[in-house]
């Protein structure tokens, strides 16, 4: 019986659930590939830390990177230490010697996957990473392997448990958003620093790797339009809901023509979509072919067991690959994305203006709109909060980006616009 031996760098969270399931799930993961794996080296920041999780006999634990890359006879080495500059350094490394690599690092992949795949297939290994798009969500699989003889017409998605958390918690239970924050970090699902999740960054790292892996394309980090959920208060919560939506955060790719329109943003999803119905940390990714028409898949998209299996799932396939696949289903080398100009992107919209108590405000918010051709579906307003701060909420039918950006900023320099406008996408 063969024994793949692992190599982990970064032994927190996703590393101690993926010795678990290696450790307990022992017989099924033999019964279905007919390997045993064995931990032989892991690389962590610091030994005296205390574990929950003990190595077995003869497993290697170690501070020195050099001493990890350089451990023996080991087959896969499994990336779960996040940041860029050294896991760059042990990914490289690792391919450059021949090594198969699993990682669940989406900021890597982002910024510099194009030339660790190129790595890879120089040096006949493959380089996995299901682990770092929607957590347990087997999305890359779905992409690569059963929607492989598909043109992928979009893809749009919840892809940061953080965020929905938060908005979740602003929906079900009224909370503001720093309130919801802070419960986020009591309960482990935010980081001392939440900033990639709150400010959009993270997903636009997983939505980057998706659009390299569906489109054979690079669409560079630094173009991709990219919003958080800060400027959200629990008034648009309850507007959205009186309107029939609730308010998500979304990473969205579509095919326009063949350019990408590509963005993350917080947008008001109908709640009849089942994009509106995922709450708490989950996670969910829906993906429309030409030939299979729209999937939907959903699960936990973090934790320490769902990561720690789609990352088992890597290590399983790579051990019985004999010509490891590296990039996706697109055999071409990765070409650079034609992209749609961000504001020539079109979408219904909702905005909320908080105006002074003025007569004619109305009729001049509807004016300065009509006069950047975008159309009002419907308006509201309620009593107001005081003389000074009064919401008044329009949706609109479809307006190009270009539009909106144009109107609001002319808008908020009006002597009755008392705060900046929030404005949203409707999906």
């Known amino acids: 019986m063969q024994t793949v031996k692992l190599a982990i760098a970064g032994f927190g969270t996703v590393g101690t659930g993926l010795a678990r399931i290696i450790e307990e799930n022992e017989d099924v993961i033999l019964a279905r590939c007919g390997k045993k794996f064995k931990i032989a080296s892991v690389l962590v920041r610091d030994l005296k830390k205390q574990r929950d999780f003990l190595l077995g006999p003869g497993a290697q634990l170690t501070d020195n990177i050099e001493e990890f890359t350089s451990c023996p006879d080991v087959d896969i ?3 779960l230490m996040g940041g860029i500059t050294a896991a760059f350094d042990i990914v490289k490394k690792s391919l450059k010697s021949g090594k198969h690599v699993v990682t669940a690092n989406k900021h890597l992949l982002a910024e510099h996957g194009i030339e ?3 790595i890879a297939r120089e040096n006949g290994v493959g380089l996995y990473y299901e682990a770092s798009v ?12 059963s929607l492989a003889a598909n043109r992928i017409k979009s893809i749009v998605g919840i892809m940061n448990g953080t965020a929905n958390y938060i908005l979740s918690e602003m929906s079900t239970n009224g909370l503001e958003f720093d309130t919801a924050l802070s419960q986020a970090k009591d309960l482990g699902y935010a980081e001392a620093d939440p900033t990639f999740d709150i400010e ?5 790292h997983k939505l980057v790797v998706l659009i390299r892996l569906a489109y054979g394309k690079d669409y560079p980090l630094a173009k991709l339009p990219v919003e958080g959920i800060t400027r959200i208060e629990g008034q648009d919560i309850l507007f959205a809901r009186d309107l029939g939506y609730r308010i998500k955060l979304i990473g969205q790719v579509r095919d326009v023509g063949g350019k990408l329109e590509a963005g993350v943003f917080p947008a008001l999803v109908k709640y009849t979509l089942l994009l509106a119905r995922v709450g708490g940390n989950y996670n969910a ?3 429309e072919g030409n030939a299979v028409g729209p999937s939907f898949f959903h699960g936990q998209g973090a934790g320490s067991l769902p990561t720690g299996s789609a990352v088992m799932a890597d ?3 790579l051990s019985g690959s004999k010509t490891p696949d590296n990039t996706g289903f697109n055999n071409s080398p990765i070409t650079k ?9 079109t979408s219904e919209y909702y905005f909320r203006f908080t105006v002074a108590d003025k007569a004619g405000v109305m009729a001049s918010l509807s004016k300065i709109l009509a006069e950047h051709n975008i159309s009002i579906a419907q308006a509201v307003q309620k009593g107001a909060a005081s003389e000074t701060n009064v919401p008044i909420v329009f949706t609109t039918h479809k307006a190009s980006t270009k539009n909106v950006n144009a109107a609001l900023r002319e808008i908020d320099r009006m002597s009755f616009i008392t705060r900046p406008t929030v404005s949203m996408r409707i999906l």
């Open 200 to 204: 959009g960054i993270d997903t636009a």
């Open 116 to 118: 660790l795949f190129e």
């Open 285 to 287: 990714v829906r993906v």
């Open 337 to 345: 994305a034609e992209i749609l100009a961000p504001e020539l992107a």
């Open 315 to 317: 290590i399983m396939a």
């Open 134 to 145: 929607a957590g347990g969500i087997p999305i890359i699989q779905a992409i690569k392997e």
């Open 77 to 79: 080495v499994v990336e």
